[in-house]
């Protein structure tokens, strides 16, 4: 079907605008989801950003999105919009490798509740991204699946463990995606590829269906070209589901109508740490976040500035936690298959092995220490700024994976630790043309509230609008 949206490239399309030119006859969903397969076709072979691409049932669904529109059936904004999902996640009869060669062959019998809830919203499912092995890492460096590569230097890593995540979308690959965050997984891909990541509150999204890399700290969470479709992606599968053991009944807000407020930030105190997230890192990254603050303080945000004394140390404990549930769950594993695990990871899960109960006591009664401190901080519609990351993309030649980890976690994993939402909204390019975010954490269910204030960061700049060098 011609249509007049095909004078678009992909990367124009976002969630919001693509479902309303749907529902206006100017763009049809099948059209939308050949074009961005006739991409992946094109692309994925320099990017890697994909594993399994499921075309001809995307395909299917993009008909039946189509057919249901001329019925005049509406199922929602997600309805005929190409979606990827990280390869944690189970769609019943795909594989899911969770990037390891031990799931290879792995076929989900059932759907997870992620997947569950976007068939229900209509949405084309386009295959499952690339990411670190088991979700241990930060590179998407995959030692069985080959590295995965930032669209803006395809020799330069996009992140992880969501690298797929983050590069398709950034490349024009999908409208939408879906990643987990256990210590800065969907932030830091997002920041490295100039994307939006949100990781909501720990237990706002159910893990069930996702394979796990640690009980304590998993988020589920979406990936997006803008806020407002992060909004989006996040109202389809927020909620309770009494299945998940980690999934909380608490109250769903209208994200997508609190991301559309323009009354400004009059009102609003964000708060800034002196120390820790300022003191370290690359200059050029650490000076975006500063000049990001200094636009939210234009827009009329009461800007307070506070240190935050010890809290360099959850970093440390967030990864306590983290390799110790990992080392319990891949226990068989290191048991029977050590040698089908890569180098990196399984160096970390010895780690997590060598962790004594003692060790895991002391993170777990941080963890309430700090969420308790945190919250009392973040009362009364303030967030918490930070640079997302300390540094931008790494170069794939030479990456040390384990130093990376250590690095680039440095400044999310504390919120994973804490359970906090928190989102990376892009804030500018350093001198090498590489991306970089800003981190933007909430109280306990205050998505709604970290989504208004990078809504409005985001319509004050013009950084989501640059195509990255390899994009459709």
Excluded at 110 to 129: C, F, H, I, P, Y
Excluded at 334 to 339: I, T
Excluded at 389 to 408: C, F, K, Q, W
Aim: include cysteine; proline fraction near 6%.
């Amino acid at each position: 079907m011609a249509s007049r949206g095909e004078r678009y490239t992909l990367r124009d399309w976002t969630i919001e605008s693509a479902g309303a030119a749907f529902r206006r006859a100017e763009l049809s969903p099948l059209a939308l989801t050949e074009m961005t397969l006739a991409a992946i076709e094109e692309l994925n072979p320099q990017l890697n950003a994909y594993l399994t691409v499921t075309a001809e049932s995307a395909l299917a669904e993009a008909r039946a999105a189509e057919a249901a529109f001329k019925r005049g059936e509406d199922r929602g904004p997600l309805q005929g919009i190409p979606i990827g999902l990280k390869d944690l996640y189970d769609v019943a009869g795909v594989r899911t490798t969770a990037g390891s060669i031990i799931l290879a062959d792995n076929i989900a019998a059932a759907d997870s509740a992620v997947t569950e809830r976007l068939r229900a919203g209509g949405a084309v499912l386009l295959g499952k991204l690339h990411l670190h092995e088991w979700a241990t890492g930060v590179t998407s460096i995959n030692p069985h699946f080959g590295p995965c590569r930032n669209p803006w230097d395809p020799g330069r890593i996009p992140g992880g463990s969501s690298g797929g995540s983050a590069a398709a979308l950034a490349a024009g690959l999908c409208l939408g995606s879906y990643g987990t965050d256990t210590g800065g997984s969907i932030r830091i891909p997002a920041a490295l590829c100039g994307v939006v990541g949100l990781k909501p509150t720990r237990g706002r999204v159910s893990l069930r269906g996702v394979v796990p890399l640690s009980w304590s700290l998993d988020h589920a969470g979406p990936l997006a070209r803008s806020v407002r479709d992060a909004a989006i992606l996040l109202q389809a599968v927020a909620g309770y589901d009494p299945d998940d053991p980690g999934s909380i009944d608490w109250p769903v807000d209208d994200y997508v109508r609190a991301g559309a407020r323009e009354q400004g930030l009059a009102g609003l105190r964000v708060v800034v740490p002196d120390n820790y997230f300022f003191e370290t890192g690359e200059a050029g990254v650490i000076g975006l976040a500063a000049e990001a603050i200094r636009v939210l303080a234009r827009l009329g945000a009461r800007v307070e500035h506070v240190r935050l004394p010890g809290i360099e140390e959850l970093s440390t404990l967030s990864t306590t936690m983290n390799l110790s549930d990992a080392a319990t769950y891949h226990a068989e594993h290191l048991r029977a298959r050590p040698d089908d695990i890569g180098t990196d990871v399984l160096a970390r899960y010895r780690i997590g092995q060598a962790k004594s109960g003692t060790d895991y006591a002391e993170a777990r009664q941080q963890q309430r220490i700090w969420r308790r401190r945190l919250e009392r901080l973040l009362e009364g519609g303030t967030v918490l700024a930070t640079p997302a990351t300390p540094l931008a993309a790494l170069p794939i030649e030479n990456s040390e994976a384990l130093e990376a980890a250590r690095r680039l976690t440095s400044f999310s994993a504390p919120f994973n630790l804490t359970g906090l939402p928190a989102i990376s909204v892009p804030c500018g390019f350093t001198g090498d043309g590489l991306p970089a975010g800003l981190q933007l954490v909430g109280r306990p269910w205050a998505e709604a509230l970290v989504l208004q204030v990078a809504d409005q960061y985001e319509r004050a700049t013009e950084w989501r609008q640059a195509r990255p060098r390899l994009a459709r």
